[in-house]
T-cell receptor, first 111, second 116 residues
Framework: LAKTTQPISMDSYEGQEVNITCSHN???????ITWYQQFPSQGPRFIIQ???TKVTNEVASLFIPADRKSSTLSLPRVSLSDTAVYYC????????????FGAGTRLAVHP | DAGVIQSPRHEVTEMGQEVTLRCKPI?????LFWYRQTMMRGLELLIY????????DSGMPEDRFSAKMPNASFSTLKIQPSEPRDSAVYFC??????????????FGPGTRLTVL
């Protein structure tokens, strides 16, 4: 399973766009990139998944360059409620659902 | 849908006692995962099941830990005997039949275990 590297923490202010970048230099051809969000005292929650280029849903966008060695989670106009830990995971999708969570990025959104 | 249900939400026990954590996955999901989260080690996958069969238990820390899934709607994680270093939040998660490009796992609220 590919190892991921992401910043330990980030700070932002309400209304700003936040971009969290994850490095995964050893990503394999069959690997997908998945992001989870975890609030204090809750289990992680799936945010978004992608394979290449750009994926957007109602919560976030995921940008993946052509070489797929990194990815960027973009949160538009964050609010205080977006304060959480964000995990980047890389692995084969579908039937083999073993996900390895790293340390994640602790995002703090300030008023 | 009620989501993944875990019980108890909090458990305080003394070293040496047996602890049983319970999980009810989302109906129709055929994968079930047990994770442990601590400040020091983060979120660790302990074991996961597919169609009630254990697939990978390489994350189970030692023989004191065991997990079962007697049917599609129930799983247990047992620690016997418990030790203070087992104190953690234990999460159960489930996912639906593997679609081609999906890694979405649905996590329960967790059980906070404290072993004194």
């Amino acid at each position: 399973l590919a190892k991921t590297t992401q910043p330990i923490s980030m700070d932002s202010y309400e209304g700003q766009e936040v971009n969290i970048t994850c490095s995964h230099n050893n990503i394999a051809t069959n690997d997908y990139i998945t992001w989870y969000q975890q609030f204090p005292s809750q289990g992680p929650r799936f945010i978004i998944q992608g394979y290449k280029t750009k994926v957007t849903n109602e919560v976030a966008s995921l940008f993946i360059p052509a070489d797929r060695k990194s990815s960027t989670l973009s949160l538009p106009r964050v609010s205080l409620s977006d304060t959480a830990v964000y995990y980047c995971l890389v692995g084969v999708s579908g039937g083999y659902n073993k996900l390895i969570f790293g340390a994640g990025t602790r995002l703090a959104v300030h008023p | 849908d009620a989501g993944v249900i875990q019980s108890p939400r909090h458990e305080v026990t003394e070293m040496g006692q047996e602890v049983t954590l319970r999980c009810k996955p989302i109906s129709g999901h055929d994968y079930l995962f047990w994770y442990r989260q601590t400040m020091m080690r983060g979120l660790e996958l302990l074991i996961y099941f597919n169609n009630n069969v254990p697939i990978d238990d390489s994350g189970m820390p030692e023989d004191r830990f065991s997990a079962k899934m007697p049917n599609a709607s129930f799983s247990t994680l047992k620690i016997q005997p418990s030790e203070p270093r087992d104190s953690a939040v234990y999460f159960c998660a489930s996912s639906r039949p593997g679609t081609v490009s999906y890694n979405e796992q649905f996590f329960g609220p967790g059980t906070r275990l404290t072993v004194l």
